[in-house]
């Protein structure tokens, strides 16, 4: 597996060796050199003291952390291999580090969410985007993605989006064994964004936490090197509650480099703040009630969506319907400029859509809306662009 080159290799030196041997046999030195204040009385008594400093975060709330996921998601989860940090875009940008060197180059999915392409252009990565095709339901291009690893040498990661924002679909089974298969025989990490992963719709447009998943994880999966970014920011409907982790799987010997290479970014950075894990068993404890509240207004408000577009007298609309997430997609008339729906929208009725182009959409004439919004302003809102649509059309 390849890693960038900022990221020296994680090797003790004598000193560290010696002090580690001198630790291990029961006489740890005194460091005359600490200068941690908390460890010699000096620390604000508003916080625990002292601080440890750990670069994947506390331990103990790193296996808080793992419980709840192994609890959650069925599956064990070891907390030496997750990173505890501050949110999914540090994330992003601490992957980078660790894989990227400037000049490199990343492949993600479009049409997709434009944050991935701003993260990497800010650590002087390339984002080269590979498409999701829609027939009915959405699918990764496989071959294209094939075709892009074998003309060029400079991807370093694969990132997957399950589920996609706007398309807000999750990656089919067999997309996921065909490309583990290309990243094993490319040598390619996979960046797995699941933040919208627990946001699923059952069949149809009701929602229910309950069910089966629609998609897989790849969090957790032994294939290939695997880093799955997740976060609470979306799991509490807060984005004030930025908490994010890594967790880190793949071949053992991947695995335990990446680690080392990745302890390296962390430590340099600092861990998440205190002020933040501690509040860490009263943030868990909450999703499961904020799961519950966000799934009914996104399944009553994608119900009431597609009741309005079928019941539509110009017939010009239709609701790509998402599997997961928290955005549906309306699709119009090519003939419709977006720019044009949108800005009449704005000056006439007061109201603003995202674009499609905004994602990278292979074609003109779709819209994204968010299905939070509370009931009243949301059908208010649908009923506008409908309207809008129907004059713009002619």
């Not at 064994?177 to 094993?184: E, G, Y």
């Not at 998402?322 to 949108?342: M, S």
Request: proline content about 8%; overall charge negative.
């Amino acid at each position: 597996m390849r890693f960038s080159a900022r990221i020296p290799n994680a090797t003790l030196n004598a000193p560290a060796r010696t002090a580690r041997k001198a630790a291990a046999s029961g006489h740890p030195p005194f460091n005359l050199a600490d200068s941690n204040p908390t460890r010699h009385g000096l620390g604000t008594p508003i916080l625990n003291n002292p601080w440890a400093s750990d670069p994947r975060g506390p331990l103990a709330s790193r296996r808080l952390l793992a419980d709840f996921l192994a609890t959650s998601g069925h599956r064990a989860v070891d907390p030496d291999n997750l990173y505890l940090l501050s949110s999914t875009s540090q994330g992003y940008a601490w992957l980078f580090k660790l894989l990227c060197d400037p000049g490199s180059a990343v492949l993600s999915p479009t049409p997709g969410y434009p944050l991935v392409s701003t993260l990497a252009g800010l650590e002087n990565v390339e984002e080269i985007p590979y498409p999701l095709h829609f027939d009915g339901t959405w699918y990764v291009d496989v071959a294209e993605v094939e075709r892009i690893l074998r003309a060029t040498n400079r991807v370093r990661a694969l990132v997957l989006i399950s589920p996609n924002n706007p398309t807000g679909s999750y990656l089919h089974a067999e997309d996921i064994a065909a490309l583990t298969r290309l990243c094993t025989r490319f040598n390619i990490p996979i960046i797995a964004d699941e933040v919208f992963f627990d946001f699923r719709f059952a069949s149809g447009n009701g929602y229910t936490h309950a069910s089966g998943p629609v998609g897989q994880r790849l969090a957790g999966r032994p294939e290939v090197l695997t880093f799955a970014l997740d976060g609470l920011s979306k799991k509490l409907a807060a984005p004030q509650a930025k908490v994010g982790w890594i967790e880190v799987s793949g071949p053992d010997a991947d695995v335990r480099e990446a680690k080392a290479r990745l302890d390296v970014v962390a430590d340099a950075y600092l861990p998440v703040s205190s002020l933040t894990v501690e509040r860490l068993p009263e943030l868990l404890a909450g999703v499961p009630e904020r799961l519950e509240a966000v799934g009914a207004r996104t399944a009553r408000n994608l119900t009431a969506l597609e009741r309005a577009v079928s019941a539509d007298a110009s017939g010009l609309t239709t609701v790509l319907i998402p599997e997961a997430g928290w955005n549906a997609l309306i699709r119009f008339p090519a003939t419709v400029d977006e720019d044009a729906l949108v800005t009449t929208l704005i000056r006439e009725r007061g109201y603003t859509v995202q674009p499609g182009y905004f994602f990278d959409m292979a074609s003109p004439g779709y819209v994204s809306v968010s299905l939070l919004l509370e009931p009243t302003v949301f059908d208010a809102g649908v009923a506008a662009i409908l309207e809008t649509v129907a004059r713009l059309a002619g």
